[in-house]
């Protein structure tokens, strides 16, 4: 992705796994993953469905095998759900992951479930989500244009 040549020493190569995306992919594609948390207070299959509709409006992910999500543990305070999908191009696995985040953001939100990751310290009184119409920015004015 960013046109640098990487050295892995043989220790490195011996002592770790080595994770290759591509090989067998075949014809389901590669899976790719990303895990969230989430309080109690949110029905599971809700957070299913969120983390589902997200991935099939991501673009570069296979709406074929469907996405699917496993719940990988159940915290003191949160439980911790991980999304897998299919994507044909595992070269793209960066963008498309990011679009992929994104879009988890955006059902969270939707839906006015607080995402808890990375660390939960406390149950606020009232969810944390962005509304809608804060997802964007304002234009930027050039400094030419702005009022004296």
């Known amino acids: 992705m960013r046109n640098e040549e990487v050295t892995i020493p043989n220790a490195v190569l011996i002592?770790?796994?080595?994770?290759n995306y591509s090989r067998l992919s075949g014809q389901r594609?590669?899976?790719?993953?990303?895990k969230v948390t989430i309080g109690y207070d949110t029905p599971w299959r809700q957070v299913y469905a969120m983390l589902i509709a997200a991935a099939q409006a991501t673009n570069g992910l296979r709406?074929?095998?469907?996405?699917?999500?496993?719940?990988?543990?159940?915290?003191?305070?949160?439980v911790e759900y991980e999304l897998f999908a299919y994507m044909d191009k595992p070269l793209n696995r960066v963008p498309v992951l990011s679009e992929l985040h994104g879009n988890i953001q955006d059902q969270f939100n939707l839906n006015g479930?607080?995402?808890?990751?990375?660390h939960?310290?406390?149950?606020?009184?009232?969810?944390?989500?962005?509304?809608?119409?804060?997802?964007?920015?304002a234009p930027a004015v050039p400094p030419e244009d702005k009022p004296r």
């Open 15 to 19: 002592g770790n796994p080595i994770r």
């Open 63 to 78: 709406g074929t095998p469907t996405p699917f999500v496993y719940q990988r543990g159940l915290q003191d305070f949160y």
């Open 120 to 137: 939960f310290a406390f149950q606020p009184r009232n969810n944390i989500v962005v509304p809608r119409d804060q997802w964007h920015a």
């Open 29 to 34: 594609g590669t899976l790719v993953s990303t």
């Open 113 to 118: 479930v607080q995402i808890m990751s990375p």
